[in-house]
């Protein structure tokens, strides 16, 4: 079989995730670390070798007609980029 993606596993305890799971509880989200079995643009980063993680934004009915995410949500979104950001500053 010739995969597209090599399977990419990152440890819940890696620099990435404790800084995303800061970000999440600073506006009020309990953060679920949890397996994704699709491929992702954070595949082909970390296959570059440069530790990425995907982050969900509240998005609802995803890849249908009916895809949508409240405009609360995507101001927690930037909320939790800003910290993740400023982690880095």
Do not use: W
Request: charged fraction near 25%; include cysteine; aromatic fraction near 4%.
């Amino acid at each position: 079989m010739n995969l597209a993606y090599k399977v990419t596993r990152i440890s819940k305890d890696s620099s990435m995730v404790l800084v995303a799971k800061k970000a999440l509880k600073s506006v009020g989200i309990k953060p679920k670390v949890i397996v994704i079995t699709g491929c992702l643009e954070s595949t082909i980063y970390n296959e570059k070798g440069i530790e990425t993680i995907p982050i969900g934004n509240g998005v609802k009915s995803e890849h249908t007609t009916s895809e949508n995410v409240s405009v609360e949500d995507m101001k927690k979104a930037v909320q939790v980029l800003q910290h993740i950001l400023d982690q880095f500053a």
